[in-house]
């Protein structure tokens, strides 16, 4: 069994050290923005080489898109798509996530190497999954979802609950909090308006004593203001995470991986007000 690299998250506070970016990689034939573009082997392991290159802090990597209205992938299936590649990418040194709501696929995931899972349904969807998490002793995001948006909703009530609900499921699962990490879940079950709302208070979550994740890239949030297709988001992306940065995220998730890893040296040296080391 490949023995897991170690992963050191940078401190919530948003202040003390260089947010961390989360580099995109899907194995599926169906994700939102990239479906199919690395679901091969090779081309998977030479888009990980290519993104750790351009600075990635971390590979988070999916075998079942979880884009809106996409088909449920059975467990077999999506590890049948991961297990081909994981290994492999492991192997390349850089921390590696899972992205993943299934405990089964987190578990074999865990044992390949991988040192996060990012569970899009924050622990509540596989009752599973938090006792899977402490035992192979890794971090997790918890992130926020709805089965659908809710207009009249207040979401950040609604994000209360939800978070509360999930750290008392990692809480009584021996998961340690300091591998415990928050993501509000731009795009999930919300409103584009309410996703605005989210990033303007965005800082408001530093209330939980956790690291913050923030995953906005090519959304449909940044498509609506700059009236931009997909593949012309980068540059809303990068305004978004920016913005999450500076009110705290420790770690941003994104598909174009050296404008984030460079805005986040600026950051750094920003607050060091020097060049960083």
Request: proline share 6%.
């Amino acid at each position: 069994m490949p023995i897991p690299k170690s992963y050191d998250l940078p401190r919530f506070d948003g202040k003390s050290a260089r947010p961390h970016v989360m580099g995109i990689l899907n194995v599926t034939p169906d994700s939102f923005s990239d479906g199919g573009r690395h679901n091969m082997g090779e081309a998977a392991l030479a888009h990980a080489r290519a993104m750790i290159a351009e600075g990635a802090d971390i590979l988070d990597v999916g075998g079942e898109s979880t884009r809106p209205n996409a088909v449920p992938v059975p467990q077999d299936e999506e590890w049948a798509r991961l297990a081909p590649v994981l290994a492999d990418i492991v192997a390349l040194g850089t921390p590696v996530s899972i992205d993943t709501y299934k405990a089964e696929t987190a578990r074999r995931a865990c044992a390949a190497g991988a040192v996060i899972v990012n569970d899009v349904w924050g622990l509540q969807k596989d009752p599973a999954m938090a006792d899977v998490v402490a035992e192979a002793g890794v971090h997790v995001v918890m992130m926020h979802n709805r089965e659908q948006a809710d207009p009249d909703l207040d979401i950040l009530s609604d994000i209360d609950r939800f978070f509360e609900r999930s750290l008392q499921l990692a809480d009584r699962a021996g998961i340690p909090k300091d591998k415990q990490i928050l993501d509000p879940g731009f795009g999930f079950g919300k409103t584009i308006d309410q996703n605005f709302v989210i990033l303007n208070r965005f800082d408001s979550l530093k209330k939980y004593g956790r690291p913050l994740l923030a995953g906005a890239s090519r959304k449909r949030m940044i498509g609506a203001v700059l009236k931009a297709e997909m593949d012309d988001r980068l540059y809303g992306s990068l305004a978004v995470h920016m913005t999450a940065m500076l009110k705290g995220a420790a770690i941003v998730r994104a598909h174009d991986v050296r404008a984030h890893a460079d805005a986040a040296r600026m950051l750094e040296a920003t607050t060091l007000e020097r060049v960083p080391d």
